[in-house]
């Protein structure tokens, strides 16, 4: 398992921006590809945002296309997710999750995953 550390969650209005960054102080991030999901309080977790282990590929949930980025720094080990155009709709815990197996393309799937942090609250005042 890899070690994950998320950061940059907090407060903000809607139409705001917040970028959330996932860390590793252990082993690389570089050959998983990593993803986003979210959790509302009393919903389902729900993805978000994935990107392959190469940062070639990504892939989004309706939700949040068009106003969702996700990026890596595979030198930095970290992965980002820049939010804009946030809505109360988007206020949820955000987790980072790292895939079980490597060197393979994006996925929705929670089940492929194997490594998650601790999550990030994300709050928008209407």
């Known amino acids: 398992q890899v070690q994950l550390v998320e950061s940059g969650g907090g407060l903000v209005q809607a139409g705001g921006s917040l970028r959330l960054s996932c860390a590793s102080s252990?082993?690389?991030?570089?050959?998983?590809?990593m993803a986003w999901f979210r959790q509302a309080p009393g919903k389902e977790r729900e993805f978000v945002a994935a990107?392959?282990?190469?940062?070639?590929?990504?892939d989004y949930a309706d939700s949040v296309k068009g106003r969702f980025t996700i990026s890596r720094d595979n030198a930095k080990n970290t992965v980002y997710l820049q939010m804009n155009g946030l809505r109360p709709e988007d206020t949820a815990v955000y987790y980072c999750?790292?895939?079980?197996?490597?060197?393979?393309?994006?996925?929705?799937?929670?089940?492929?995953?194997?490594?998650w942090g601790q999550g990030t609250q994300v709050t928008v005042s209407s």
């Open positions: 999750a790292a895939a079980s197996l490597v060197y393979t393309g994006p996925t929705r799937k929670s089940a492929d995953f194997g490594s």
């Open positions: 252990g082993r690389t991030l570089s050959i998983y590809s």
């Open positions: 990107i392959s282990w190469s940062g070639r590929t990504t």
